[in-house]
């Protein structure tokens, strides 16, 4: 079956015909930088990697942007409030940021661009929208006027008179209708400030994701992604602007991921209610992480609590354990495994790859995975050496499709204690003395260690 990805604009999934035949264009709006990254952070910028592995796997060219907003009224209070410069705010949450993505095996962006370096595109972008009449100058501000576009709320399936009723100029703003929504903010004291054909100001958060994603990926791309959080209303004033401007469509598929939620409640800035990720990583490994949060379909919500990760824990490392058995990291590729294990490859692999076109379903995806490792375990016990490692092989290439799989086992240095005992229960085992072997066994498990028998010899870990 083709690739087909659900587009939040149209309420279907389509089949996915790329803006330039062979290529893939995306655009996931990243981190406002007022903080430090945060388990929704990372389940975003996993939802638009995945897709980007996926289209890489078969066979696209993928320019991938990721931004930051680097400037904008949390940032400048948070600065202020610890007497330091906006800068500093912004860099260290984006060093934090892109350290974080890199533990979670996150690709890194073709290009990952920063409002503050992106001004003169900006300036060029809202006085096309003056020139046209769809954005006006008020007091040092610039607006958008929203019922200049007579189809705006087309993405969140909003209403312009319904939506009036919720809104309210503010004391300061000299814009025409509530709903007009800034391109440029006048300076204030204090404030960090560019010049401008308007005077001395600073950007509106909407404006900036459209200047950026085009000035990369073209007027019209492929993918825009970023949370349901921001269907409403960043990316329908994205869309706004951007088609008043160009007179195109900004992107072709909107694919938003699904919210966080802790312990059942929605994750919020507002609220304080988030999970760090340094928290995170100081308890449970990235890997598993990352693998819990693939076992959800991106669209979905997913509960992240400590209880599911650690249970995460133990199901990743069922999945991994017939990897390791194999010793799949370092065989080497030969024949495709034949018989019924052959026959399991090449479902799974079909499987996998019918998941994945259905609006990249990790979690169906994984699910084939699963069922492959218990393949390999099978082939494994039954001593099928040569084509058990093989099966092992794809079960670790289909993962990393995924980018699951990416640890290597560690070597660990056993005592000559240790070591002594599984020759003996080896030798136990050639002359066929399974109560001498298993007590052997026995014994290595009450200093900790667990022995793996697999065709290559026994295999050791920690219990």
């Given at each position: 079956?083709?690739?087909?990805?659900?587009?939040?604009?149209?309420?279907?999934?389509?089949?996915?015909?790329p803006?330039?035949?062979?290529?893939?264009?995306m655009?996931?709006?990243?981190?406002?930088?007022?903080?430090?990254?945060?388990?929704?952070?990372?389940?975003?910028?996993?939802?638009?990697?995945v897709?980007?592995?996926?289209?890489?796997?078969?066979?696209?060219?993928v320019?991938?942007?990721y931004?930051?907003t680097?400037?904008?009224?949390?940032?400048?209070e948070?600065?202020?409030a610890e007497?330091?410069?906006?800068?500093?705010?912004?860099?260290?949450?984006i060093?934090?940021?892109?350290?974080?993505?890199e533990?979670?095996?996150?690709?890194?962006?073709t290009?990952?661009?920063?409002?503050?370096?992106?001004?003169p595109?900006?300036?060029?972008?809202?006085?096309?929208?003056?020139?046209?009449g769809?954005?006006?100058?008020?007091?040092?501000?610039?607006?958008?006027?929203?019922r200049?576009?007579?189809d705006?709320?087309?993405l969140?399936?909003?209403?312009?008179?319904?939506?009036?009723?919720g809104?309210r100029?503010?004391?300061g703003?000299?814009?025409?209708?509530?709903?007009?929504?800034?391109?440029?903010?006048?300076?204030?004291?204090?404030?960090?400030?560019?010049?401008?054909?308007?005077?001395?100001?600073?950007?509106?958060?909407?404006?900036?994701?459209?200047?950026?994603?085009?000035?990369y990926?073209?007027?019209?791309f492929?993918?825009?992604?970023?949370?349901?959080?921001?269907?409403?209303?960043?990316h329908?004033?994205?869309?706004?602007?951007?088609?008043?401007?160009?007179?195109?469509?900004l992107?072709?598929y909107?694919s938003?991921?699904?919210?966080?939620?802790?312990?059942?409640e929605?994750?919020?800035?507002?609220?304080?209610?988030?999970?760090?990720?340094?928290?995170?990583v100081?308890?449970?490994?990235?890997e598993?992480?990352r693998?819990?949060l693939?076992?959800t379909?991106?669209?979905?919500?997913?509960?992240?609590?400590?209880?599911?990760?650690?249970?995460?824990?133990?199901?990743?490392?069922r999945?991994?354990s017939p990897?390791?058995?194999?010793?799949?990291?370092t065989?080497?590729?030969?024949?495709?495994a034949?018989?019924?294990l052959?026959?399991a490859?090449?479902e799974?692999?079909?499987?996998?790859?019918?998941a994945?076109?259905?609006?990249?379903n990790?979690a169906?995806?994984?699910?084939?995975?699963?069922?492959?490792?218990r393949?390999?375990?099978?082939?494994?016990?039954?001593?099928?050496?040569?084509?058990?490692?093989?099966?092992?092989?794809?079960?670790?290439?289909l993962?990393?499709v995924?980018?699951?799989f990416w640890?290597?086992?560690?070597?660990?240095?056993?005592s000559?204690?240790?070591?002594?005992?599984?020759q003996?229960?080896?030798?136990?085992?050639?002359?066929?003395?399974?109560?001498?072997?298993?007590?052997l066994r026995?014994?290595?498990?009450d200093?900790g260690?667990v022995v793996?028998?697999?065709?290559?010899?026994?295999?050791?870990?920690?219990?």
């Amino acid at each position: 079956m083709p690739l087909r990805i659900y587009d939040t604009l149209r309420r279907e999934k389509r089949e996915f015909v790329p803006v330039t035949p062979g290529q893939a264009k995306m655009y996931v709006c990243g981190m406002t930088v007022q903080n430090w990254p945060h388990v929704g952070h990372i389940r975003a910028s996993l939802s638009g990697e995945v897709m980007r592995r996926y289209l890489e796997h078969v066979g696209f060219t993928v320019t991938y942007v990721y931004n930051f907003t680097d400037v904008d009224d949390k940032i400048i209070e948070r600065a202020n409030a610890e007497g330091i410069e906006y800068q500093s705010v912004s860099e260290r949450n984006i060093d934090a940021y892109l350290r974080f993505a890199e533990q979670h095996n996150i690709l890194p962006a073709t290009h990952y661009p920063r409002a503050t370096r992106h001004i003169p595109e900006m300036h060029s972008m809202i006085a096309k929208l003056i020139e046209s009449g769809h954005a006006y100058t008020a007091g040092g501000d610039v607006y958008f006027d929203v019922r200049s576009k007579p189809d705006y709320g087309k993405l969140s399936g909003r209403r312009v008179d319904d939506m009036r009723e919720g809104y309210r100029i503010e004391p300061g703003e000299a814009k025409r209708d509530p709903l007009d929504f800034a391109l440029w903010k006048g300076s204030k004291p204090g404030e960090p400030a560019w010049e401008s054909p308007w005077g001395p100001g600073r950007p509106g958060w909407h404006i900036e994701c459209s200047a950026m994603a085009m000035k990369y990926l073209g007027d019209t791309f492929d993918i825009h992604g970023g949370g349901q959080d921001l269907i409403f209303p960043h990316h329908e004033n994205e869309i706004a602007q951007s088609e008043a401007c160009t007179g195109r469509p900004l992107a072709n598929y909107w694919s938003q991921n699904g919210m966080v939620n802790l312990g059942g409640e929605k994750m919020s800035k507002s609220t304080g209610n988030l999970f760090f990720i340094e928290d995170i990583v100081s308890r449970v490994d990235p890997e598993v992480v990352r693998y819990y949060l693939l076992s959800t379909h991106y669209r979905s919500p997913i509960d992240f609590t400590l209880e599911r990760l650690e249970e995460a824990a133990v199901a990743y490392a069922r999945l991994r354990s017939p990897l390791e058995r194999a010793e799949a990291w370092t065989a080497i590729d030969g024949a495709p495994a034949g018989g019924w294990l052959g026959e399991a490859v090449a479902e799974a692999d079909r499987l996998f790859h019918e998941a994945m076109n259905d609006d990249f379903n990790s979690a169906r995806a994984i699910g084939h995975l699963f069922d492959l490792s218990r393949q390999v375990n099978r082939a494994l016990d039954e001593g099928l050496g040569p084509a058990a490692r093989s099966a092992g092989r794809s079960l670790l290439k289909l993962g990393s499709v995924l980018g699951l799989f990416w640890k290597a086992p560690v070597s660990e240095v056993w005592s000559d204690d240790v070591q002594q005992l599984v020759q003996a229960r080896e030798q136990a085992r050639k002359s066929r003395d399974w109560k001498r072997a298993d007590a052997l066994r026995d014994r290595l498990l009450d200093r900790g260690v667990v022995v793996e028998d697999g065709p290559a010899g026994p295999k050791l870990k920690r219990r």
